[in-house]
Nanobody
Framework: QVQLVESGGGLVQAGGSLRISCATS????????MGWYRQSPGKQRELVAS???????VYADSVKGRFSISRDNAKNTVYLQMNSLKPEDTAVYYC???????????????WGQGTQVTVSS
């Protein structure tokens, strides 16, 4: 069973910083893209940032220049460093793994349980 274990969420004032982490097994992590999504009440889940197995990153426009995604291949962990946080960043943040399942590149998505990030004004 695939497990993505998130940690590091919490309450922070606007302008502050938080780092959230997502740990998983080597079978899930190695060679696969990882990402962070978020969802706030009444809104659809949206991509925040993703990182390929080779380290290529993609960011939502709303977080560019403030958030940074990274991965530690030795620890099978992906991080999201969030700086200059705004109240609109308040959401449940979900870790995502896209695990390649065949040579054609088909993949299966896996999700963590989510971690709450609340930014007060």
């Amino acid at each position: 069973q695939v497990q993505l274990v998130e940690s590091g969420g919490g309450l922070v004032q606007a302008g502050g910083s938080l780092r959230i982490s997502c740990a998983t097994s080597g079978r899930v992590f190695s060679g696969n893209a990882m990402g962070w999504y978020r969802q706030s009440p009444g809104k659809q889940r949206e991509l925040v940032a993703s990182i390929s197995s080779g380290g290529t990153t993609v960011y939502a426009d709303s977080v560019k220049g403030r958030f940074s995604i990274s991965r530690d291949n030795a620890k099978n962990t992906v991080y999201l460093q969030m700086n200059s946080l705004k109240p609109e960043d308040t959401a449940v943040y979900y870790c995502n793994a896209r695990v390649i399942v065949n040579v054609e590149g088909a993949y299966r998505e896996h999700w963590g349980q989510g971690t709450q990030v609340t930014v007060s004004s």
